[in-house]
């Protein structure tokens, strides 16, 4: 049997410490909220894949969508040949989204590749550059999404110079003390001082 241990002597040996982990314990399979890792242990996952798993591991539902899928096409790339899934789930998207505007559904493989069209698109619409981020935040490890993260440590450091027009204001949060007025205040401030 592979150990925790051994694993975690292989992930130092081959895998970056850019690939940050938050556990050394191996996850080997998982059902509903729960995870085991390869030494049988049991763990409830309150992480759901950073809260992609919003109906759990393997529900049914998702494994047979999955399963009949992969009976017709595994992958061709939308932008070489569309295919009727991506249709239908923009589709399906666009009339979720509230609103009465035409809508349009890009779907992409990160939250960071998210983030950076996000960006494209605002400053496309409002034709302008500036963009506000709180403090805080993480968008990604892209080099847009770490000039939108408001946390150096251990995103930021020693990657610069990032992507200019991003500015920081705080997030409300009473643990903090920081006050809903606070942050008003700081983007008023950084509207009035740093962007046109």
Same mark, same amino acid.
Request: glycine share 10%.
């Given at each position: 049997?592979?150990?925790?241990?051994?694993?975690?002597?292989?992930?130092? =040996?081959?895998?970056?410490?850019?690939?940050?982990?938050?556990?050394? %314990?191996?996850?080997?399979?998982?059902?509903?909220?729960?995870?085991?890792?390869?030494?049988?242990?049991?763990?409830?996952?309150?992480? /759901?894949?950073?809260?992609?798993?919003?109906?759990? %591991?393997?529900?049914?539902?998702? +494994?047979?969508? !999955?399963?009949? =899928?992969? =009976?017709?096409?595994?992958?061709?790339?939308?932008?070489?040949?569309?295919?009727? @899934?991506?249709?239908?789930?923009? *589709?399906?998207?666009?009339?979720?989204?509230? /609103?009465?505007?035409? #809508? *349009?559904?890009?779907?992409?493989?990160?939250?960071?590749?998210? +983030?950076?069209?996000?960006?494209?698109?605002?400053?496309?619409?409002?034709?302008?550059?500036?963009?506000?981020?709180?403090? /805080?935040?993480?968008?990604?490890?892209?080099?847009?999404?770490?000039?939108?993260?408001? #946390?150096?440590?251990?995103?930021?450091?020693?990657?610069?110079?990032?992507?200019?027009? !991003?500015? %920081? !204001?705080?997030? @409300?949060?009473?643990? %903090?003390?920081?006050? +809903? =007025?606070?942050?008003?205040?700081?983007?008023?401030?950084?509207?009035?001082?740093?962007?046109?």
């Amino acid at each position: 049997m592979t150990t925790n241990a051994e694993l975690q002597a292989l992930r130092e =040996q081959y895998v970056p410490l850019g690939a940050a982990n938050m556990s050394t %314990h191996f996850a080997d399979r998982a059902e509903n909220g729960e995870i085991f890792d390869i030494e049988g242990r049991r763990f409830i996952d309150f992480a /759901g894949g950073i809260g992609v798993l919003n109906v759990g %591991h393997r529900h049914p539902k998702v +494994v047979a969508a !999955v399963e009949a =899928q992969m =009976q017709k096409l595994m992958h061709t790339c939308f932008h070489v040949m569309p295919y009727e @899934p991506y249709i239908r789930l923009a *589709k399906k998207l666009c009339e979720l989204t509230p /609103g009465t505007m035409a #809508k *349009k559904a890009f779907l992409v493989n990160t939250g960071a590749e998210a +983030v950076e069209n996000a960006i494209k698109i605002a400053r496309a619409a409002t034709k302008r550059s500036a963009v506000i981020a709180f403090n /805080g935040g993480f968008h990604g490890r892209t080099m847009m999404g770490m000039a939108l993260t408001g #946390k150096v440590v251990p995103y930021k450091v020693g990657f610069g110079p990032f992507p200019g027009g !991003v500015y %920081h !204001v705080p997030y @409300p949060n009473e643990y %903090h003390k920081i006050s +809903v =007025q606070d942050s008003l205040t700081a983007l008023h401030n950084v509207l009035k001082n740093d962007i046109e």
